[in-house]
């Protein structure tokens, strides 16, 4: 018997088996054709189901069924995933005159949302029971809506947190938080004392505090961060970039990251006016240090003497164009920031070319001091 | 009578089953067992040639023996408890719990065996990782799938070692007989390892990290190794060796290393070769010194092509026994046996003759340069190179003529 929903699958079973020959023909073959062929059999295979059970349908005399039976069920009610759906619908609208990272954070709700929704409908119709229908769906969805609630619970905490940090000034940001957490110790040493605080208002404070965070957050991101990154950023000194002028805002203290000191390739010191290399494997300073062609070599810059000094690898030269047909020879050079006595900065070269593809060779030298220079060779 | 003929074809199946499981038990024993007897083999981590390895040996011979009695005393033992109290249909027997002399015993004995091998073990590791001694130093740099040697010229490679300008050269690492040699080992592209057994133990070699391995030899001669990190789809194709020289010779490797590039005579087939070279295989590989017809210098750019950014630097790449990262010998097998065979007194003057004309192994290098992907897997298929941005990762197939070849070859022989 060809029941009302078997007629949909049918037809869909039909159209994509017409659609594939057409893709075939069109196509010569390919996985499009395939992929319909795929989608023709399944939705027959439903179709040959949605027959075999008449659509689910409770025969006409069976009268105690009107009542009972899972299909006659109403619904939960209270279904927050239309209007989840239509929100996720306008994030996708709103992505796609705006930006592509806007459609796929819509693409991806939306498709949450519908699968929400489906999985919801599916299980208040699973059986007449509707605590045993929240169990089924809760089977379903809970390993997937548990985890996923989880990290988006840790990303909102991170990222206001991170906001409130980047626009507060650094001393304003150390305190806030240690505010924050004395504020949390302590609340959770008096619920330790008070083991009758209901659960309800444990949750409630808790979401008002996260409320709250994700309030301040936005607001704050809005606002911008604080105006020494503002202006650092806009000088870019967080990229190594080729000698120019020097950073203002440029961190002489950095720490930079533990795995470029602890595999240096050289640590290149100035002391008393003089130049001199230390390198893993060799006793003694050295005035000429051989670097790898073609590999990321570390190089740390410390600064022993009076004054502010930078460190410069000259590695050659390129040819530059101005535009118009001008051309002109730009030296390749990696540097350091201006390093105060004491302090340490590192540098990260990548030389393509072998020193001897250079007349004047490749160097490390210290702007203003005559003489301050090790020989880099690359072989 | 049914059942007892049931009970007959059961036992009979068992002891078939029990019979198959001996046979084959007794197949794999005395397959080890002759696979331990192999000749021919230069990996064997059971004979050192050099003191880094003699540490490891002096280490892992008196662990082994130990483990080897203990082994054999667990095994008798259960194999006699299975057998005594194999089930015959008695009654189980008394079950006891707790004895504690017994298991002080038997807590105390086996905490004794590890602290003997812990406390020398530590020891090894120590005088291993030592490299405040060190007479010389070599950078290792290992690419998909080859691994470059360079001799930095600096410190103590240029004040006792006579290196006055850096060395470079892959496949085979050459040190001087009785010197320290440290290996500053890292790479350029994925993990690899580095190990020669009879020199001494593994190293891996990581992009952005440099990693310190001693190496010594006791004796001239060449000592296999491979990559013992899987490194992508040519990894089992990344091997290298170690050759071992007297003090003389390897003062004469090293002049010849630095020696200026000597053009091939014109008219020529090698200047053929030459100029095919610098057409064909220059825009990776380095040779020293070779220049363009106005006299400007020859710069290969690698970083251009590869995804590692470098190839092997082929100046002098005739005074070496093999290429393609090793996976091939330069030799035939008859001047291969020659050089490896050779004792120590002559191994230096057969190792330095480098590759004649006579003894090239033309079958490997010829379908080597007619399409190198072919012999070696090296993802070099121009039409799947997104993901790499265009590079490839070995060399790809040049499409080269037979005539092409052999000029290239008698260009390349020269190389030395």
């Known amino acids: ?379 | 009578m049914k059942k007892m003929f049931n009970q007959v074809g059961e036992s009979m199946k068992s002891a078939r089953r029990w019979h198959g499981a001996a046979k084959a038990a007794i197949a794999v024993s005395a397959l080890s067992f002759l696979a331990s007897c192999a000749k021919d083999a230069p990996q064997d981590t059971w004979q050192p040639a050099g003191p880094n390895a003699e540490k490891i040996d002096n280490l892992q011979r008196p662990v082994f023996y130990v483990a080897g009695v203990v082994g054999v005393i667990v095994f008798a033992a259960v194999a006699w408890a299975m057998y005594r109290y194999r089930d015959r249909g008695q009654a189980i027997p008394e079950q006891t719990h707790g004895k504690p002399a017994l298991e002080i015993v038997l807590t105390v004995i086996p905490v004794l065996i590890l602290l003997g091998v812990a406390v020398p073990t530590a020891g090894t590791i120590f005088e291993l990782a030592k490299t405040s001694d060190t007479e010389m130093t070599i950078n290792v740099t290992g690419q998909q799938w080859w691994w470059e040697y360079d001799y930095p010229a600096s410190g103590s490679n240029i004040e006792e070692f006579g290196i006055t300008a850096p060395i470079v050269t892959s496949g085979q690492l050459v040190i001087p007989e009785n010197t320290k040699v440290l290996l500053r080992v890292t790479s350029r592209d994925v993990i690899h390892s580095y190990w020669i057994p009879k020199l001494n133990g593994k190293k891996d070699s990581v992009p952005g990290r440099v990693h310190l391995l001693r190496m010594e030899g006791s004796q001239p001669g060449i000592y296999a190794g491979q990559c013992t990190e899987f490194c992508g789809l040519s990894h089992s194709y990344m091997r290298m060796e170690a050759v071992v020289l007297s003090r003389a010779d390897y003062d004469k490797w090293v002049a010849n290393e630095l020696e200026e590039y000597t053009a091939p005579a014109a008219g020529t087939e090698a200047a053929v070769g030459e100029s095919l070279f610098i057409q064909q295989c220059s825009r990776c590989h380095q040779v020293n010194g070779l220049a363009n017809s106005d006299g400007s210098l020859i710069i290969s750019a690698p970083d251009q092509y590869l995804v590692s950014g470098a190839a092997p630097n082929l100046t002098n790449l005739m005074t070496r026994n093999t290429f393609a990262g090793a996976s091939w010998d330069l030799l035939t097998p008859e001047c291969r046996n020659n050089v490896w065979n050779a004792d120590s007194a002559d191994f230096g003057e057969r190792y330095l003759a480098g590759v004649s004309s006579d003894c090239l192994n033309q079958k490997d290098l010829r379908e080597w340069l007619r399409n190198s992907p072919a012999k070696k897997p090296m993802y070099a298929d121009p039409t799947k190179l997104e993901a790499s941005d265009g590079k490839y990762r070995g060399m790809p197939a040049l499409g080269l003529t037979e005539d092409q070849i052999n000029s290239i070859i008698a260009y390349l022989l020269e190389r030395k």
């Open chain 1, 1 to 379: 018997m060809i029941t009302t929903s078997s007629k949909l699958f049918y037809g869909i079973g039909g159209v994509a088996f017409a659609a594939a020959i057409v893709w075939m023909i069109a196509n010569n073959g390919g996985s499009g054709a395939v992929a319909l062929v795929f989608v023709a059999t399944a939705s027959i295979f439903l179709g040959a189901i949605a027959s075999y059970v008449r659509d689910g349908h409770v025969l006409s005399t069976d009268t105690e069924q009107h009542d009972s039976a899972p299909a006659a069920q109403r619904g939960s009610g209270r279904s927050w995933f239309p209007l989840g759906t239509a929100l996720s619908l306008g994030t996708v609208i709103v992505g796609l005159v705006t930006s592509p990272g806007i459609f796929k954070v819509g693409v991806a709700l939306l498709l949450a949302m519908l699968g929400e929704w489906l999985i919801q409908n599916w299980s208040d119709r699973a059986s007449s029971d509707p605590s045993y229908n929240e169990r089924v769906r809760g089977r379903v969805v809970h390993p997937l809506e548990i985890p996923i609630a989880g990290a988006l619970l840790l990303a909102i905490i991170v990222l206001s947190s991170s906001r409130i940090f980047l626009a507060l000034s650094k001393n304003a940001g150390a305190i806030v938080f240690s505010i924050i957490g004395i504020l949390v110790l302590f609340f959770g040493s008096v619920l330790s004392i008070r083991r009758g605080t209901s659960v309800r208002f444990v949750g409630a404070v808790c979401g008002v505090v996260l409320l709250s965070l994700s309030v301040v957050g936005v607001v704050l991101a809005l606002d911008g961060e604080r105006e020494q990154l503002t202006e650092a950023a806009e000088e870019d000194h967080f990229a190594h970039r080729a000698c120019g002028v020097e950073a203002e805002y440029s961190d002489k203290h950095a720490v930079r990251a533990v795995s470029a000191k602890s595999s240096v390739a050289a640590t290149v010191t100035l002391k008393d006016g003089a130049l001199y290399a230390e390198m893993d494997g060799y006793s003694g300073p050295l005035t000429s240090i051989t670097l790898q062609r073609s590999l990321n070599s570390s190089i740390i810059f410390q600064n022993e003497d009076e004054g502010e000094h930078r460190m410069v690898v000259t590695y050659g030269k390129v040819v530059e164009s101005l535009g118009g047909g001008v051309e002109r020879e730009a030296l390749l050079q990696a540097c350091t920031s201006l390093v105060t006595k004491g302090g340490q900065q590192g540098v990260v070269v990548n030389i393509p070319k072998p020193s001897f593809s250079s007349t004047e060779g490749f160097s490390i030298t210290v702007p203003g001091l005559e003489g301050a220079s090790v020989e880099v060779l690359v072989p």
